[in-house]
Nanobody, 123 residues
Framework: QVQLVESGGGLVQAGGSLRLSCAASGRALNGYSMGWFRQAPGKEREFVADIRWSGGNTYYADSVKGRFTISRDNARNTMYLQMNSLKPEDTAVYYC????????????????WGQGTQVTVSS
């Protein structure tokens, strides 16, 4: 089992920045891929970015490429999402997720999920 807890959400003005954290516990993450997803009101949960824990390969949705950066800290078992140049359309609940192996953008393939953290970007 992998437990995930997100933090760092909040209210920010358009053009501002936030850094989300996802603290993982339960087992070592070697061999896992971890991702960020988001869900806006009335919309499907969508892929944002993911990272291979071993090696650090990353992949981004086109909508956030160049503005968001995903990273991880092995010593702290924590994943981050640095979000810059935020837009009102980035407003959503952000979830972190984990899957063994993988490196996938497909929501249904992720086995472990956090509870989510709200990000609100005002115009």
């Amino acid at each position: 089992q992998v437990q995930l807890v997100e933090s760092g959400g909040g209210l920010v003005q358009a053009g501002g920045s936030l850094r989300l954290s996802c603290a993982a516990s339960g087992r070592a993450l070697n061999g896992y891929s971890m991702g960020w997803f988001r869900q806006a009101p009335g919309k499907e949960r969508e892929f944002v970015a993911d990272i291979r824990w071993s090696g650090g390969n990353t992949y981004y949705a086109d909508s956030v490429k160049g503005r968001f950066t995903i990273s991880r800290d092995n010593a702290r078992n924590t994943m981050y999402l640095q979000m810059n140049s935020l837009k009102p359309e980035d407003t959503a609940v952000y979830y972190c997720a984990a899957v063994y192996g993988g490196f996938t953008t497909t929501r249904s393939e992720y086995r472990y999920w956090g509870q989510g953290t709200q990000v609100t970007v005002s115009s």
